[in-house]
């Protein structure tokens, strides 16, 4: 594999061939040219390659925690042992729909969230809808 210090040595090599005019000294420093072009093209390859390891490394990692997630979701007692409360809420945040107990609303009791458990008054339509980002939304029920 070529490293710095090769290259480093073929930039040397050619300094000292640059100096002689003669025909042997002009065709050996064309061909350390070419050296010194594929050296840098190997060494720009193996930093590619090195980022690719380290991001393969990465996702492999990641890959690693989704299938630990989902074993922990496959067994039988992953599901909350709480009683289901079938008084659903539908919130429509930024197009997304969302359908969740009241119970979950409920949770802190001061919160913005928990007065939509209260019971609505008639004409008051089927969901409430918020103009947020719903991506960040999921996280606030799932707290």
């Known amino acids: 594999m070529a ?22 000294s002009v065709v050996a420093n064309e061909r350390i040219q070419l050296l010194i072009d594929r050296t840098e093209q190997l060494i720009q390859q193996k930093a590619f390659l090195r980022d690719e390891r380290r991001k393969a490394r990465a996702s492999g990692d990641f890959l690693i925690q989704r299938k630990e997630a989902l074993v922990k979701m496959q067994r039988d007692d992953w599901m909350t042992l709480q009683p289901l409360d079938f008084n659903t ?6 197009g997304l ?6 119970s979950v609303l409920g949770r802190d009791p001061s919160s913005a969230l928990a007065k ?3 019971p609505r008054e008639e004409g008051d339509g089927d969901y409430h809808t918020f103009d947020r980002d719903w991506w960040l939304f999921r ?3 799932r707290f």
């Open 3 to 24: 490293s710095v210090q090769q290259l480093e040595k073929l930039y040397q090599i050619q300094r000292l061939f640059n100096n002689d005019s003669s025909l042997e």
């Open 116 to 118: 939509l458990s209260r």
């Open 139 to 141: 996280y606030i029920l």
């Open 97 to 102: 729909m969302f359908e969740t107990p009241s």
């Open 89 to 94: 809420i539908q919130i429509n945040v930024g």
